[in-house]
T-cell receptor
């Protein structure tokens, strides 16, 4: 079945770049997503990429997709303390359902 | 426009008790979902409803039932709670397709933290 994997923790210094990685198994995924969960809240869509794209940039966020290796990454430039949260990778294949990864807890320290 | 609302925010149950988690959305969305979030396991889909009057099982439906009362409301019921159902429960609804039409942006409620003793 479909599976989405992420490392559980990442710790970075304020001002550095953060890179959060994700691997998935479903080669027919059409969209891949990054959702952000702040403490005590639900998830919120941060960005997404269509499977025929290699890269998408949105202000401080850069998404890279390596479809051959089924690897997705999210780079946050100039990481701030407000970026501390759990980041979930997710994928879908023209269905009504999302498959979420385990989530990566990003901790930003001064 | 409140988005997705859930009640209650917190609940403690004893093993064997029953309860219903309520969810409502005011965005006129067709699809609604119930997830559970457990440490190190991400979000797992319990049930979903593609439209009013229809419901389907997700990845972990055992021990739960759902009702899509109308387009706005989607409730989750635990008939006989077990400690394994201790979790944070999220309701979500799906907005308009994004990107080329196949994209799936879901809007989440704030969650219900349930403890079963």
């Amino acid at each position: 079945g479909e599976d989405v994997e992420q490392s559980l923790f990442l710790s970075v210094r304020e001002g550095d770049s953060s890179v959060i990685n994700c691997t998935y198994t479903d080669s027919s995924s059409t969209y891949l997503y990054w959702y952000k969960q702040e403490p005590g809240a639900g998830l919120q869509l941060l960005t997404y990429i269509f499977s025929n794209m290699d890269m998408k940039q949105d202000q401080r966020l850069t998404v890279l997709l390596n479809k051959k290796d089924k690897h997705l990454s999210l780079r946050i430039a100039d990481t701030q303390t407000g970026d501390s949260a759990i980041y979930f990778c997710a994928e879908s294949h023209y269905t009504d359902k999302l498959i979420f990864g385990t989530g990566t807890r990003l901790q930003v320290f001064p | 426009n409140a988005g997705v609302t859930q009640t209650p925010k917190f609940q403690v149950l004893k093993t064997g008790q029953s309860m219903t988690l309520q969810c409502a959305q005011d965005m006129n969305h067709n699809s609604m979902y119930w997830y559970r979030q457990d440490p190190g396991m991400g979000l797992r889909l319990i049930y979903y409803s593609a439209s009013e009057g229809t419901t389907d099982k997700g990845e972990v439906p055992n021990g739960y039932n759902v009702s899509r009362l109308n387009k706005r409301e989607f409730s989750l019921r635990l008939e006989s709670a077990a400690p394994s159902q201790t979790s944070v429960y999220f309701c979500a609804s799906r907005g308009q397709p994004i990107g080329s039409g196949g994209g799936n942006e879901q809007f989440f409620g704030p969650g219900t933290r349930l403890t079963v003793l």
